[in-house]
């Protein structure tokens, strides 16, 4: 486990009470046999041959967060660096398969210019789930779960008011009250992505979040946006550096390899053009005290 992650989950959070207990950490090999049986777009040796990583982040039922770092190869100077995550909802698997198909592209780019870290399923435990399911293996919505300012005043307030109390939604006792998003909130702090690019279904929108001026569109998916909520992602990041959103039109069908080509071009095409030029302050932030408590 590396030493930041060990030092959070010693002592500098509270799990949600009754939580269960992180189990070992299953390896590579047995997650991509879970993952890939699950998603038949995806397929284990696919899943096997992605070179995927395992660093001692892991869900609730001990699946590891799986991820691929992806160095620039361009000598265009200092490289952007590229957060992308898929399936924070594990009921939405069509947002896993794009990535991994995704993750394939960059792999054949000769001259990409930036430096990716991918992460294809950040809730495995959801989407192994059978049905799957929006929710970590606690029941927390782990896009809720993010230390915004307004956690501790409005999350649980936002969720019995305006949901209703919908299961689905719940943002749990208190920010990052979960493994998994104790572990994305490190990698944002130590990898220091100049923007996140997170994707969802089943919308059928462009959503963002940030300082820059929003796209207007990436291939079929038109700017929506979709407003703010306590403890989501964007509501936490998008303060400092841009977050966009994807929200693939089917949780459970792939777009056509026309419009996912489109998708990606129209978003690389944007990120050359708009990517920020200096260091985001919300660095300083997650280096210091007061981000884990959500302050």
Request: with cysteine; charged share 20%; net charge positive.
């Amino acid at each position: 486990m590396i030493p930041q992650i060990a030092r959070l989950v010693a002592g500098l959070f509270v799990c949600a009470a009754g939580a269960a207990l992180a189990e070992p950490m299953a390896s590579v090999e047995r997650t991509c046999e879970l993952l890939g049986g699950r998603l038949q777009s995806v397929g284990v040796p696919r899943c096997l041959a992605a070179g995927l990583r395992a660093d001692g982040i892991a869900s609730v039922r001990g699946l590891p967060l799986l991820y691929r770092d992806f160095p620039a190869r361009s000598q265009r100077g200092t490289p952007y660096r590229v957060l992308l995550m898929g399936g924070i909802h594990g009921d939405e698997l069509s947002s896993v398969s794009i990535v991994f198909q995704w993750m394939e592209q960059i792999g054949r780019e000769r001259f990409q210019p930036f430096h990716w870290r991918v992460m294809p399923c950040v809730n495995p435990d959801g989407l192994l789930a059978d049905p799957p399911t929006r929710v970590n293996a606690n029941g927390v919505d782990l896009n809720r779960n993010f230390p915004s300012r307004d956690w501790d005043r409005e999350a649980l307030k936002y969720w019995r008011t305006r949901t209703g109390s919908d299961p689905r939604r719940y943002p749990g006792t208190r920010a990052l009250s979960e493994p998994e998003s104790r572990a994305l909130t490190e990698t944002i702090r130590s990898f220091h992505p100049d923007v996140i690019v997170s994707v969802h279904a089943p919308y059928g929108v462009l959503d963002f979040d940030g300082p820059q001026k929003p796209p207007e569109r990436f291939g079929y998916l038109h700017l929506a946006l979709l407003g703010t909520y306590p403890g989501s992602l964007g509501n936490f990041a998008g303060l400092s550096l841009p977050v966009i959103t994807l929200e693939l039109p089917n949780a459970g069908l792939m777009p056509t390899p026309a419009q996912s080509e489109r998708i990606w071009t129209d978003m690389l095409t944007w990120l050359e053009r708009n990517l920020p030029r200096h260091a985001p302050p919300l660095y300083r932030r997650l280096d210091s005290e007061d981000w884990k408590s959500g302050g």
